[in-house]
Structure formats: structure tokens, C-alpha cells
């Protein structure tokens, strides 16, 4: 039978609601008003004297909040209904876990309202019930059920009939029915457990009323809160941490963080967690260590080896209520992998090796070397990078790593051969591929040696062509014959030239021979070493030498042909022109095929001139390969033959004979073309041509001074002549013509009349006093000139762009013959009847343009004349046509 329920005084009850968590202190009345504003101070409890280490501080009243210096602040606008309200200060020790609390008393006056059935007139003061009473309970409680929490009590109940009741979470709310009140006295019950972490606070409201209804007070928050029970155990975020850390940390290097979590009662003993470690595998030695508060695991040793231990496992727990025996705990574990470092040199297995190869081989295998390295396999802390430190300087051989099995491969790249070397050795390193963990530190590079001999084995072989190319000198001009020594092969394993046959392959020039026994070379041709392309470079040879077996090799026999002073000085012009007076001078250069030791700085010399050469010809030097021809100030236009000497350095001389044309002209291409056409070489059929062109011109001549005879007579042209006079003209068209007269200056055309001009016969130029009637023929000019003295000859011309030695030389004997007699002929035609000289016979007149009316004007023109000579008011085109060709431009 169940024990019969003990039903608990409610003075009792408040004792142990109020002292259930420590001892009370005395108790603080506080006189405030009716109503509060929000952050007010109300007052002040003095902590220090009730619990001086308590370093928590709350109050049971959410209304009012208590401060580290004791003051009471309001947390929202308060109301006081009733004339007192209480709430406790509770204080806390989170070392201790000693707890004390302050009972706190508000008072206030306030007017008697008039009530209902009083049954006494006199008001009397009682002690004020209806307040809020800090109330809790214990989380998952056992009961027995329904569970007495505390009574609730109104002062109206003095007068008054007083029904209870309440509302919130827990009564019409989810949890429904947890909480009920006694409707007559006021007892709230708790019918069942509550778990603290769904529920950790509940807010009711109590109300009282009469029988008919009235509130007989306002609403009363009556709020109940959960007392924590450490009934969660604190659970890891994670089952299985992994975490990794280097071989060979430092010392507190920090591997990884673990965490729990507990459902408890934050900031409370039940939520304090501590961490440990439990067990480590393997168990030696104790690699690690956790920080009790943070979690972070860290090393406490230096000794880690991967190559020892690669993993290790941790057994990890965390236990609540700050780590006391009595707490409650959860465990994880912790997989830790070592990675690794390059904390393992590679090895070799031997400190000496040994291979062979043939001699004369390349790109073959002649060993692999084998390496130890604990490293983890196929990293780059276990690979190997092998090197060959000494006894290469040729570089004939090659070392590799094979990537599968991590070995050295020596290779011999290019031939060894055995009279040179029979036998190679060779200092071998290795090393891995990131630097090692002691050379990091240290800075200073370590690497594991061996060595290797290698022995080279001989080959039967042929003759050696060593060096490739030979070098040997010759002198240019040796006498045909002459010995000289030829390209020397040998026989490797003899180590001489016993044997060898020599054969000659290429020779450009066939300038030598070679002897097949001796190799020597015998001159068959005079060496020339100006007839080499390029002459600096050395004459090739390629001689093939032969031993008894057949067996060959090629060679290059170099020769140096030596300069010798074969070549004397030349000079590189053969014509020169010079233009007078505009060109004072003319450069003469030479240039000599042999080397220059041979050559440049030459003289210059003028070689046993004529007295006339060397009265008007000087020469000077001007540069090392380069003279200076100059003439004095009389010296006729005509061609010289100018004979200079040069000579080089070494004595080496040679004349050569310069034609130089000293010409009147502007540029020396004017004179050069007369000069080519001057000296073409005539044939017999040419010079009949030329005689027959003179006798036509003399025909000519003559006809126009029977003319003007006749003329004077009173004979009239005929008519079927005005086509066939030869009268100059120069202008066939218009244009800009200029052709030149006799004074030597360019004139104008004809259809410009400004002095100067050549016109037709009849017309003339008067510049400087002088009337001029031109002719031409050719590049020859016949001129009448008249100055003041009336006297009267025919020269020839010396102005425009002509030959004047041609004209000269070829019209001479025409000139003597034709002079004295047009000068007789103008002379006669120049007086009247009374042989009186008549100044208007032959006038100069200007060019009135085509078709003038004026005519022909003179004392020759007879009225009886004027008929026959019309034409020459009206030219044709053909007239024009034949004075251009006679004119010289």
C-alpha cells in the first residue's frame, strides 16, 4: 500500500521555496511610488555585506534588475497595484557554488478605495499578499504528483469571497494542464515532471475575483521557472576527427581542435566542459596532449618518424561540471596521420661501381645504380636526382632516374676512345627532388656519393683524320715543284703514320700534287692568290688517307697562301673631263690587289711629261689611294694625254697614260658624248658621204651669192624658189627654242624680240655694237660679223654645247676658202651706186610676228624685185623645219 501523503505547512513550504538554493540575508525595504518609469533607480542593497565574492547577480522580478554596485534599476514602466511588492536578489559564487539571496520590499501609501460589506467603518493596515513570489521548480521531479508549488493570496480576501484562477503556457496553452490552482485557496499544483530543455520557464497569470466577478485585484505575472538538473551528457560534434600533421613538428605544434556541446543550463556548472585525452595508439610514446577548456590538441614531443609510426589514434573524452568525478562524460576518437617529410637522405647500396663499354659506342646503358631513400614512396621526398660531379668535363656521358624503380641509368652520349682514355671514373651524387629537412635548416647542401669506373675496351679501328682541318703556308709564286708538307693521319692503336696511304679528293685549282706514300704535297701550278675567291681565305684541300685494310678517313688541309708584291698599283680611270672654267680639278684613285702590307699609301707622279703637259698639269696628293689633277688658268680647251706614275709602298710602280679632255662646258656628260661621237672610226663610204655633204654645202653658198649678185642687177627670184632658199630660221612652231649666236650668248626665239635673237638671213643681233648673220650646218656655225669699223669675217662658233676641235679641224680648209669671199660679196652689196657705203642694206630688224605687212625692207629691194621676193613674207612650216636642223640646241 502506497504511504499516505504528507501534506507540508505553507509556512513550511515558503521556507524551503525561499531557501532552497542558500542561505537568505537581511531583508531590504525600499519606499517608492505607484508607478515606476523604465531605467529609474529605485535604491540600493549593499552585496558586499551579504556575500562579498558573489560574482553573479540576478533578480526573480524580470521588472527589476540589480546592477555590481548594488543599485535597483526598473526594466519597464511598474505599477504597483497593491501597497508592497517583494522579488530576491539572488547572489552567486561560481567558484564556491555558494549562493545567498537579498529579499527586497517595495512599500508604498496609497488611498482605501471603498469596498463592499466592509464590516468594520475603520480602515485597518494589513500586510499586502497580492505580489508575485518567486517561484521554481525541479526539473524532472519525482512528485508524488500533483506537486504543491506555492499558494496565492489576495488581501481582498479579508473581506471579500475570493475565487482563483489561472492562464498561460502550461494551463490553456501547450503543455496543456501541467499547472492548476485551487479555486478557494489559492494553491498552485504541478501535475507532472517538465524537462528543462523544452521548457525552461513558465509565465502564468493569476487572477482574483468575488463571487459576482470582480476583479478584486489586478492581473498577477506569476512566472515559474525550471530548475536545471544535469541530465544531458555533453555529445562531440563529430564520431571520428581526422587531422594531420608533419613529421618532425616543432614542439606545440597545433594538430586540430575537437568540440563538444551540452543541453544543460548554459553558463552553468552542468555546461562546463573539460577535455582529455583517454588513450593514445600506440600508447608510447605520449606524442600529444588537449588544452581542457579550447579543445585544441597540440604535440608535446619531437619525436614523430613517419617512417616509425604513420598513424596515430586518439581516444578523446569531455565530461561536464567542470571535469569533477561526478560530471557526466562522452568520448570521440581522433585519427592523426603523420605526413611526410624529406627527414631521409637516399643512399647507395655501395660506395663503388664498375662498368665497361666499347669503344667508339654512344647512346648505350652501361649501368644502373640502385638507391635507398625511407621516404614515402613515389613522393617527391622519394624520388632521386642523380648527378654526375666529376670526370665528365667532356660530356660523353648521361645519368637519369627511372621513374619506376627510382635507379640511376648511366649512358655513354659520345665515343670514348681507348688510346685516349682506357679507362673513364666518374663521381656519382643523388639527392631528392625537394631539399632535404637538414639542409633547409642549416642552408649548407648535403649529397650522398659514389663512384664509378668505367673501362673502355679496345676496337680494331681505322686511320684517324686528328685534327679535322691541318693548316700549312705557301709562298704565292713558288717555283712549280716545290715540296711542301701534306695533311698527316695516323693509325689509332700505332699511334703513327706507318702504313697510311694518301689520295687526293679536291683540289679547285689543281695547283698541287700529293705523294700517296708520304702525303707530301708538290706545287704543279704557279700559286696565285689574287686569282682566289675570296683572296683572304684560306685554299681548301680535302686529302683522304687509307690503311692496309681499306679503312678511311677524311681531312681538310687548310693552305695559307703567303702575299708576295706581284701586283702593281692601278689606277682606275682611263678618261676624265673636265669642265672649264666651272671644274678646277680632277681625283684621280688606285687601287693593288695584294695584301695591304703591299699596298696603300701609293705616289702619285706625273711620268717624264711633254714641256706643254707639264706647264699646265699639276698633280698632288690627296689620300692614301687618291691624287689630285689640276690645270692652270691658260691652258687651252682641247684633249691632253697626261702619262702618272704610281707607286706602293713596297716600290711596286706603274705608268698609265690618262687622256683628259679640258672642255668648255657645264657638265662633263656634254663632253663625253662628243667625245664618243669624235671618235668613231670612219670608213671609206663615211668619208665620201662627208665630202659629198661639203660639196652640197658649197653648192649652197654659192647660190646665195649669186642671188644677192643678181639681186643687185635688177633680177627677179622665180617663184618656184621660195621653197628651196636655205634661209635660217628657228622657229618651226610655236614654242620656246633657243639656239645660239655668235657672241657666245643663249638667244631667244622668234617669237620673242628681244635682242639677241638669230634670225633668218637678212636679219640680224645687235648687242655691243655688232650685227650678226648666222648659218649653221651640223655642229657648225658661220658667222658675218660686223663692228663699228665695217669690218667684216667668218669664225667659227664658240658658243653653246659644241665640239670646238671638230669644228676646227674639220671646217678649216671651207673657211679659208668661203671668208674672202662672202666678205667681198657683202662688201659690195653693202655700198649704193655711187660706191658710197649705204648703212641700210644689211639692218637689223626684230621679228613683227608671221605675216607682217611691212615685207622686205632695204636698199637692195627694187620695186621690180619686190615680186620675186614675197615668199619671204610667208614661210611655211618646212622652212622652220630645216633652220632646226641646222641649228644646234
Sequence with gaps: AKPAARRIPRTQLLCYTFGFAGEACKMVVLNVPSTLGADKVIGRVNLKECFRSADIITSSDPDFRVLGDGSVHTARDVVLSGERR??????????????REIPVLL??????LKKRRTKETALRRAKRRWAPIPCSMQENSLGPFPLFLQQVQSDAAQNYTIFYSISGRGVDQEPLNLFFIERDTGNLYCTRPVDREEYDVFDLIAYASTTDGYSADLPLPLPIKVEDENDNYPVF????????????????????VICATDRDEPDTMHTRLKYSIMEQTPRSPGLFSVHPNTGVITTVSHYMDREVVDKY?????????????????????????????????????QNAYEASVEENAYNVEILRIPIEDKDLINSANWRANFTILKGNENGRFKITTDPATNEGVLCVVKPLNYEEHRQVILEIGVNNEVPF??????GVLTMNRALVTVLVKDQDEGPECSPPAQYIQIKENSAVGSKINGYKAYDPETRNSNGLRYKKLQDPKEWVSIDEISGLLTVSKVLDREAMSPKNDAYNITVMAIDQEGRSCTGTLAVNIEDVNDNAPEILQDYLVICKPKMGYTDISAVDLDEPIHGPPFQFNLANPSPEVNRIWTLKQVNDTAARLSYRKNAVVQEYAIPVTVIDRA???????????????????????????????????????ILLGIALLFSVLLTLVCGVVTARKGKKFPEDLAQQNLIISNTEAPGDDRVCSANGFTTQTANNSSPGFCGTLGSGIRNGGQETIEMMKGHQTLDSCRGAGHHHTLDSCRGGHMDTDNCRYTYSEWHNFTQPRLGEKLHVC???EDQIPSQDYVLTYSYEGRGSPAGSVGCCSEKQEEEGLDFLNNLEPKFFTLAETCTKR
Excluded at 512599500?107 to 482605501?112: D, F, G, S
Excluded at 683628259?660 to 663632253?671: A, G, K, R, T, Y
Design 107 to 112: 512599500e508604498h501609501q496609497r488611498k482605501v
Design 651 to 689: 716600290g711596286q710602280s706603274a705608268t698609265k697614260v690618262l687622256r683628259v679632255n679640258l672642255c668648255d662646258c657645264v657638265h662633263p656628260s656634254q663632253c663625253v658624248a662628243s667625245s664618243r661621237s669624235a671618235g668613231i672610226a670612219l670608213g671609206k663610204w663615211a668619208i665620201l658621204a
Design 86 to 99: 517583494s522579488f530576491t536578489v539572488w547572489l552567486s559564487d561560481s567558484k564556491t557554488q555558494a549562493q
Design 830 to 832: 653693202n655700198q649704193n
Design 237 to 256: 560534434t563529430e564520431a571520428i576527427y581526422s587531422f594531420e600533421v608533419p613529421e618532425g613538428s616543432r614542439l606545440g605544434t597545433t594538430v586540430g
Design 437 to 442: 629537412t637538414r639542409d633547409m635548416a642549416t
Design 313 to 349: 589514434t586518439l581516444v578523446v573524452k569531455v565530461q561536464d561540471m567542470d571535469g569533477q568525478f561526478f560530471g557526466l562524460t562522452s568520448t570521440s576518437t581522433c585519427m592523426i596521420t603523420v605526413k611526410d617529410s624529406n627527414d631521409n637522405a637516399p643512399t647507395f647500396r
